[in-house]
Structures are given as C-alpha cells and as structure tokens.
Antibody, heavy 119, light 106 residues
Framework: EVQLVQSGAEVKKPGESLKISCETS????????IVWVRQMPGKGLEWMGS????????KYSPSFRGQVTISADKSITTAYLQWSSLKASDTAMYYC????????????WGQGTLVTVSS | DIQMTQSPSTLSASVGDRVTITCRAS??????LAWYQQKPGKAPKLLIY???SLESGVSSRFSGSGSGTEFTLTISSLQPDDFATYYC????????FGQGTKVEVK
C-alpha cells in the first residue's frame, strides 16, 4: 500500500528555520516524482515544486524558487521541504504528494503538515 | 503560463441534483486535465484524469468531459458525501490548479 506520512504540525516565529518531512512507503521511492503543494488558510492549491529522488532533479514553481528548498533522502525514502527564514505569510497547510507518472498528475497525497508562523 | 479558471466559485445544491462545474484553460491543453475533490481538513483526492477517465474506485456518478480549453465535471446525482471543494488541474507542462469550486448545501 502506497503511503506518504508527513511530520506533525509546527508553530514557529518569523525568522526561524524549519524542515518538514514526508516519509513514503509501499512503492519504489526513486522512480516517482514527489511534489509539494501549499494551501493557505481558506484558499486553493498552489504547486510549489517537485523532486525526482532517483537523481535529486528538482523543479520549482517561479513563485517559490529561492523561498524554499526541496530535498530527498533515498536511504530513508523521505522527502523534505525547508525554509531558512520563515515569514508570517508562510502560514499554511503543506501537502506532499506522489506524481502518478503521467505529467504532473497526483495519485497519492500525504495527510498535510500545518505550519503556523506567528510572533 | 497557462491559467485555469473554474466557475462557479460556489455552487448551492441539494441531494439528488445534477451538478456541473466548468474549468477553462487560457490556451489549449488537449485532454491534460484532472479533477480532484477536497473535503475540509483532508488532502485532495483524484477523481478524473485525461479529462474523462475515472480514477479507480471513484463512483460512476462523477464524469468529466471536454478538450482543448473547456472542460466540465458532472455529478449525476449529488450525494451527501459529495459536498466538498473541487479543483481542476492542468497536468502536462505544469501542475496548475484552478481556484476551486465549493459545492455547498442549498
């Protein structure tokens, strides 16, 4: 069974760093792209970027390039999303998801990680 | 970039109603269009891909149609479990989502 299990909710202050995780199982981690999607409170889905764990090829949406870093550790089949300096506007639910293999179509999602940034 | 626009933003309906949601692309995307359902506090769920192909395990009351720039998601007979927000997505060159359509109780 394919599973993506994300790390727990985080409460941080502006300027702090953060790395959230997405632990996968039930499939060959290195052969499927993983994507990160942001959902701000009460808003829609925003594509942040994606990584191919097989060779760590990473693509970022223009809106998020330079704002976050996506990475993956093949040895523990886990993908990561990290910030070096959080802003209040980073408050959102963040989902990791697996691309089905046809373009950017998503077939499996993590349960989401709520990140709250507040002073 | 290709923009995806859904209408309406909110739709009020009753159980048993036939519901149609429209998604328009700013340029032709052939049939590279998917529909997802999201319930409050939950991750989205894939319903339809390639504009009209039903994902395995999804109820046949959901159907999709269209190609090029105009697409529709139809729920043939709305059930209580279907009150949710629906998103279209262009998934070929990029992963752009529409802004969502909330189906609420009338």
């Amino acid at each position: 069974e394919v599973q993506l299990v994300q790390s727990g909710a985080e409460v941080k202050k502006p300027g702090e760093s953060l790395k959230i995780s997405c632990e996968t199982s039930g499939y060959r981690f290195t052969t499927y792209w993983i994507v990160w999607v942001r959902q701000m409170p009460g808003k829609g889905l925003e594509w942040m970027g994606s990584i191919y764990p097989g060779d760590s090829d990473t693509k970022y949406s223009p809106s998020f390039r330079g704002q976050v870093t996506i990475s993956a550790d093949k040895s523990i089949t886990t993908a990561y999303l990290q910030w070096s300096s959080l802003k209040a506007s980073d408050t959102a639910m963040y989902y990791c998801a697996r691309l089905k293999g046809s373009g950017y179509l998503i077939d499996y999602w993590g349960q989401g990680t709520l990140v709250t940034v507040s002073s | 970039d290709i923009q995806m626009t859904q209408s309406p933003s909110t739709l009020s309906a009753s159980v048993g109603d036939r519901v149609t949601i429209t998604c328009r692309a700013s340029q032709s995307i052939s049939s590279w269009l998917a529909w997802y359902q999201q319930k409050p506090g939950k991750a989205p769920k894939l319903l339809i891909y390639k504009a009209s192909s039903l994902e395995s395990g999804v109820s046949s009351r959901f159907s999709g149609s269209g190609s090029g720039t105009e697409f529709t998601l139809t729920i043939s007979s709305l059930q209580p479990d279907d009150f949710a927000t629906y998103y279209c997505q262009h998934y070929n060159i990029q992963g752009t989502f529409g802004q969502g359509t909330k189906v609420e109780v009338k």
